[in-house]
């Protein structure tokens, strides 16, 4: 089992920055792809950013969003900047090794004036 601890998603103005962290915990290792989806109300969940133990990235958008991971903690961090209205949703953290994908509950992200 695997339990995650979101937390930095806050309301902040267009053009703004946030700082999400992801720490896991539970029967998790440096194998497994750790990442970040999001999802807005009536909308499907989408792909943000992930990252491998070793550090290889893959992101939906690698301008604005950082992706970075620290493996001795478990924990991933989303670094968003340029922030704009339509990046509102709940982004939620993944955990995935093979056919084993874990959910994290969300951390609410508001972009408004």
């Not at 601890?5 to 103005?13: H, P, T």
């Amino acid at each position: 089992q695997v339990s995650f601890v979101e937390s930095g998603g806050a309301l902040v103005q267009p053009g703004g920055s946030l700082r999400l962290s992801c720490e896991a915990s539970g029967n998790i290792h440096s194998g497994y792809i750790m990442g970040w989806y999001r999802q807005a109300p009536g909308k499907q969940r989408e792909f943000v950013a992930s990252i491998t133990g070793d550090g290889v990235i893959s992101s939906a958008d690698y301008v604005r969003f950082t992706i970075s991971r620290d493996n001795a903690k478990n924990t991933v961090y989303l670094q968003m900047n340029s922030l704009k209205p339509e990046d509102t949703a709940v982004y939620l953290c993944n955990a995935k090794y093979t056919f084993d994908s874990h959910w994290g509950q969300g951390t609410q992200v508001t972009v408004s004036s």
